[in-house]
């Protein structure tokens, strides 16, 4: 609604309906198809690209079950299921005259007239697609999801009446593919299903991608290999009018291109389940034939081997040309350097489930192999380190080695994490290709991540330097100018006061717990991870509390401490620390004692939609993973948009922050990565540490003897144990800093005028963090686009060869007559556009609200 300038005309349509926009909100479900902060960023990418006019498809699996509710029974994490669709969903359209077939299994057959992938079990993709909007301009991209569905291609006459009801059944198995996303978040689980969920989304992709660069001026029906030389072509956006204006396709339907950017199941950062971004995979459209993929991480990585089948198997290219074409197609983001998060599928596993595929790659890594030993002749042991197969305990395919080798452009998502990427994890291949590394750093979308959730905020900085910095967020620098202005820095307070007032509203209602609205709001919201560290803010909050008791009549600035987050089922110790923070919790609520000067709240189910209450009240973001750890992050992009301060690490995004905002500005404190790698050198020996700490070992103590958990002293043994001994993470070797820090933050709150002068400049540096500036870097640097920013008339004038729409018709109008076009042959007709499928689900929504 805000992004088509409707906002206001709904609210008053469903108030004359005598019903409340707020109220219908909470009642929509999120649909929580991403896994983190990587599903939640694809959201914002696709927010940009329609915004920027690069017309853009997200694909990715229509998930039955998105990711799990999460309720905390007797301080425990419990699953539930997500059903997310138990009551439909109004913004999708089935699409089933573009469903797709996707094989799996089968046998490979070497024939005379070529390599043939044979008795295979075939699963048909339906898709479903969604409208993503631009901000008011007109454009609007499609989000196109798959389901799997099993074909009806089995002979009743082939089976008796007990064999058919099997048979009926057993179609559940092919259609649990888009059953339920994994959950896990930064580890990699080898499962069947999850490998299947992986190719079903690349398959079904890039056929149709094919078929409509094929349906496109540029491309051809017939299979000549020479249809496809054209494919990847670089070139930016230019219009196809003969006026030479730089409109792109928004402004011709005569012209074709695509950057795929394929970002399938995975996660990073934060539970920010997106409404609408699923983990998906985006297909750019420019006005010249091209075809770009953007591989977000490995989840998708079988669409190297994948496009090279499709080309040498079945458009019968040479292989020379087709690995051209490919390389010159893809691009790869790597999102994390946990080695236990990078993917490397077991061979036995890709042989049975895509045997063609197992042989096309092990083609890659030996002409990969024949390069590398001519350049460094015996030097096996990096033959063996650059392999796309691990040999060691069993034989493995390295995913992101994969994505690597059959990449033009690899890059990391922050400068820190980007220097890492190159001198670390990949070292070997970026001393081989040096070019082909870059730095994107990550961004959010200020449209939900400022207008939707912080209204008030918002308008206020639009009173002060205008509302273009909507669409340009570096203009929030001439917020500088006010930092004298004492009354403007009351408002910004105010605002801040009016959004914790409301949250601590919800807070009671949904927690039972009396929140005081004065208290500082001190938020950390993210996975729960051990690199994550909400151990080290949970060992704060007991020195906290043992502070209060030791001495209840010293001046003490009040705290509200909320943590959130969901933890993979399968992971023991991040359930074993929601328990803990929910134990400490219970003390410290239920002590007499403590009163308001402490709280702490563990937020149940966290998710965008409860991201977008708890964001803009807080007063500081805790962002404090080990130095080197995290890749970049967004909650703390979200956090300093929102006017929160952050204490952080020198970790991921936070460094650039820093760099903008002025360090000063932030509460840095811990380790940095060259002192990571010295502890790691000398060696981690957390005892001296508990020893030398008196603070420190008591929190510890408590913890091991049972003083938060009476009723099971021993009930968090495991987790002592893994900070003592196996603490990759070193949490005790910043605890005394993390305190000072904390004190520092303390000092500050205390004089309101500093503060809100620090959160003005916060505000004020946040314009780097926009992920529309994030996406012009990608269009620029690798997908060789431009933006445009000419608004697609609706009006009977024609705008240099924009659709013309007839001089009454809305955009949600325009999407319902696309629909009409289905009929018309496709090649025949725009209707398949993105950007003539602009809102019917938007109105039908609106009709059923």
Not at 128 to 153: E, F, H, I, K
Not at 504 to 519: D, R
Request: aromatic share 10%; glycine share 6%; hydrophobic share 40%.
């Amino acid at each position: 609604m805000i992004n088509l300038g409707l906002q206001n005309a709904c609210d008053e349509a469903i108030y004359q309906l005598g019903l409340d926009m707020e109220e219908l909100e909470e009642i929509e479900e999120d649909a929580g198809l991403g896994n983190g902060g990587l599903g939640r960023l694809a959201a914002c990418f696709l927010d940009s690209m329609a915004t920027l006019g690069l017309a853009a498809y997200g694909y990715g699996i229509r998930y039955e079950y998105g990711i799990f509710n999460q309720k905390i029974r007797d301080g425990w994490q419990v699953e539930e299921a997500d059903d997310w669709l138990r009551h439909g969903n109004p913004w999708e359209k089935a699409r089933p005259e573009f469903m797709l077939p996707v094989h799996f299994y089968g046998r490979v057959e070497h024939s005379n007239s070529g390599i043939k992938w044979i008795d295979t079990q075939v699963v048909l993709a339906l898709p479903y697609d969604t409208p993503v909007p631009g901000y008011m301009n007109n454009t609007v991209n499609t989000m196109r999801l798959w389901s799997a569905r099993a074909p009806n291609d089995f002979n009743l006459q082939d089976f008796n009446v007990g064999d058919y009801i099997q048979a009926v059944l057993d179609r559940n198995l092919a259609e649990n593919i888009s059953r339920v996303l994994y959950p896990n978040d930064n580890f990699f689980e080898g499962k069947e299903l999850r490998l299947k969920q992986e190719y079903f989304v690349v398959a079904a992709t890039l056929q149709d991608v094919i078929r409509r660069f094929k349906a496109s001026k540029f491309g051809s029906e017939d299979r000549a290999g020479t249809a496809f030389d054209a494919f990847p072509d670089q070139a930016s956006i230019q219009s196809m009018n003969p006026g030479g204006t730089t409109e792109g396709t928004r402004t011709s339907y005569q012209s074709y291109s695509s950057v795929s950017v394929l970002n399938q199941l995975s996660s990073r950062d934060e539970v920010k389940e997106a409404r609408p971004g699923p983990s998906v995979a985006f297909t750019l459209m420019s006005s010249s034939t091209q075809v770009a993929i953007q591989l977000n991480d490995t989840h998708p990585a079988l669409a190297i081997p994948e496009l090279m089948r499709i080309f040498v198997d079945i458009e019968k290219l040479p292989w020379s040309k087709a690995w051209e074409i490919t390389r010159k197609t893809f691009a790869y983001t790597n999102h994390t350097v946990l080695p236990e998060a990078l993917e490397r599928w077991p061979v036995e596993l890709v042989e049975k489930l895509l045997p063609r595929h197992l042989q096309i790659i092990y083609e890659i890594n030996q002409k990969h192999l024949d390069k590398i030993a001519a350049l460094f002749p015996k030097d096996v042991d990096r033959l063996r380190r650059m392999s796309l197969i691990e040999e060691e305990g069993g034989k493995r395919i390295n995913m992101a080695h994969l994505c690597i080798v059959g990449s033009h452009a690899v890059n990391g998502v922050a400068k820190i994490h980007s220097d890492i990427v190159k001198t670390q994890v990949f070292k070997d291949f970026s001393e081989l290709e040096p070019d082909k590394f870059q730095n994107k750093t990550n961004g959010i979308t200020p449209r939900r991540w400022l207008l939707l959730c912080n209204p008030g905020l918002a308008e206020l900085i639009a009173e002060k330097i205008g509302e273009d910095y909507v669409k340009d967020l570096s203009q929030l620098t001439k917020l500088h100018g006010f930092l004298g202005d004492d009354v403007f820095l009351r408002e910004i307070s105010n605002v801040k006061q009016e959004n914790k007032l409301k949250f601590s509203q919800f807070l009671e209602k949904e927690y039972k717990v009396k929140i005081n609205p004065a208290s500082m709001f001190d938020v950390h919201v993210k996975r729960i991870h051990e690199y994550k560290r909400q151990l080290l803010n949970c060992l704060h909050v007991i020195t906290m509390y043992n502070r209060i008791k030791k001495d209840p009549k010293k001046l003490f600035v009040p705290r509200t401490v909320i943590i959130g987050g969901k933890a993979a089922p399968g992971y023991h110790m991040a359930k074993m620390i929601i328990k803990l923070i929910t134990s400490v919790a219970d003390v410290v609520n239920n002590d007499p004692m403590v009163g308001n000067k402490l709280k702490v709240i563990f937020l149940e189910n966290y998710r965008v939609s409860l991201a977008e209450k708890v964001i803009p009240a807080t007063d500081l973001s805790e962002q404090i993973s080990t130095a080197g750890t995290e890749a970049s992050g967004t909650g703390n992009m979200k956090f300093m948009l929102n006017g929160a301060l952050t204490i952080g690490t020198m970790d991921g995004a936070n460094v650039e922050m820093a760099e903008e905002a002025g360090e000063e500005n932030l509460f840095i404190f811990g380790m940095r990565i060259d002192d990571v790698a010295a502890l790691d050198k000398k060696g981690y020996n957390a005892k001296e540490y508990y020893e030398t700490l008196p603070e420190l070992k008591l929190a510890i103590d408590q913890i091991d003897n049972g003083f938060y958990s009476p009723k099971q002293p021993d009930l968090f043994k495991d987790v002592i144990n893994m900070l003592f001994y196996h603490d990759r993470f070193k949490v005790f070797a910043d605890y005394e800093a993390y305190v000072k820090c904390q004190e520092k933050v303390s000092q500050l709150y205390m004089n309101p005028k500093a503060w809100n002068a620090m959160v003005l400049k916060n505000i004020a540096a946040s314009g780097k963090f926009s992920s529309d500036r994030t996406i012009k870097e990608y269009a620029k640097d690798i997908w060789n686009m431009e933006p445009s920013d000419i608004k697609i008339s609706l009006s009977n004038e024609s705008s240099n060869g924009v659709y013309k729409a007839s001089g009454k018709l809305t955009v949600l109008q325009q999407y319902r007559n696309s629909q009409l076009e289905e009929l018309v042959p496709l090649g025949q007709r725009h209707g398949d556009s993105p950007h003539s499928q602009l809102a019917a689900s938007t109105a039908k929504g609106l009709k059923a609200a």
